[in-house]
């Protein structure tokens, strides 16, 4: 009963607001005509029914690893725009660009460090990875599985936030 009313009020103050916006606004069939419809249409059909789960509209693609470069201003002076080709065209010339994502962040931290990149699964660090490093990655890594020791950070325990 509640949600029905609910329904009936967002069908009568989208109709406002459709009327309202469309006073004034470009003839039919322009970009921003059917934008706004399409926009209008959707929100009409997620309304309908009540036991519809709303869910995002974009589809995620699944990756078998996600790569995270710093792009943070001492890693970009250390070499980390170098490092991200490097491993882009690495990824590419072995066919693995579909199955690895590479996103560029702004700072990861531990600068003095640099370029830092930062792996998952399962969450490996290697800190001033240079593009020569990085066939050595792709391989043992993110083909074979298995961090490579010798340029992987060392990770410190955590601190137990409750202090005794």
């Known amino acids: ?26 003839g039919p069939g322009s970009e921003e005509e059917i934008s706004k419809k399409k926009k209008s249409k959707k929100a009409s059909e997620r309304a309908i029914d009540p036991n519809t789960p709303m869910l995002p509209q974009a589809k995620v693609r699944d990756y078998e690893a996600h790569v995270f470069v710093c792009k943070g201003g001492d890693c970009k002076k250390r070499g980390s725009k170098e490092t991200r080709k490097a491993l882009k065209e690495e990824l590419r010339e072995r066919k693995m660009n579909r199955d690895v994502r590479v996103d560029s962040v702004d700072c990861l931290g531990l600068c003095k460090h640099g370029p830092n990149v ?17 066939p050595e990655v792709v391989e043992q ?24």
């Open 1 to 26: 009963m509640i949600y029905s009313a609910y329904l009936e009020l967002s069908g009568k103050i989208k109709n406002l607001f459709v009327e309202s916006t469309t006073a004034g606004s470009p």
């Open 118 to 134: 930062v792996v998952y699964p399962p969450g490996s660090w290697y800190l001033g990875l240079e593009p020569e490093d990085v």
């Open 141 to 164: 890594h993110l083909e074979g599985g298995e961090p490579v020791g010798h340029l992987a950070a060392e990770l410190r325990p955590r601190r137990d936030k409750r202090r005794k």
